[in-house]
């Protein structure tokens, strides 16, 4: 599956973005589907995963009741809504494709076998 991210730009803090991911193929339901993202000068950190439904999510600590993470299985679309966005959510934010569901441990980079090129977001304060 390929994965292409886009919708990254510059917000002011407290505002909203929101993060498209598109996948190409016919099988995008039988994928599990996370964000990452990737600050300048840190390592790439887990955001949020969807089960293939769309009837689990998790968040990371850092962005759980802000960012909201959806799925529509017709559109084979994954999206991460952004909200009250501060300039530590500055990134390169990333959208990956797993074949296999851990639960709440869907959190590992190693889980995931497909990336998409990701989208900068920035924050400014």
């Known amino acids: 599956v390929q994965l292409q991210a886009s919708g990254g730009g510059l917000v002011q803090a407290g505002g909203s973005l929101r993060l498209p991911c598109v996948a190409s193929?016919?099988?995008?339901?039988?994928?599990?589907m996370g964000w990452f993202r990737q600050a300048p000068g840190k390592e790439r950190e887990f955001v949020s995963v969807?089960?293939?439904?769309?009837?689990?999510?998790y968040y990371s600590d850092s962005v759980k009741g802000r960012f909201t993470i959806s799925r529509d299985n017709g559109e084979n679309t994954v999206s991460l809504q952004m909200n009250s966005l501060q300039p530590e959510d500055t990134a390169v934010y990333y959208c990956?494709?797993?074949?296999?569901?851990?639960?709440?441990?869907?959190?590992?980079?190693?889980?995931?076998?497909?990336w998409g090129q990701g989208t900068l977001v920035t924050v400014s304060s």
């Open positions: 969807i089960s293939r439904s769309g009837a689990a999510t």
């Open positions: 193929g016919r099988t995008f339901s039988s994928y599990v």
């Open positions: 990956a494709a797993a074949l296999t569901w851990y639960g709440s441990h869907t959190y590992r980079e190693n889980y995931y076998d497909y």
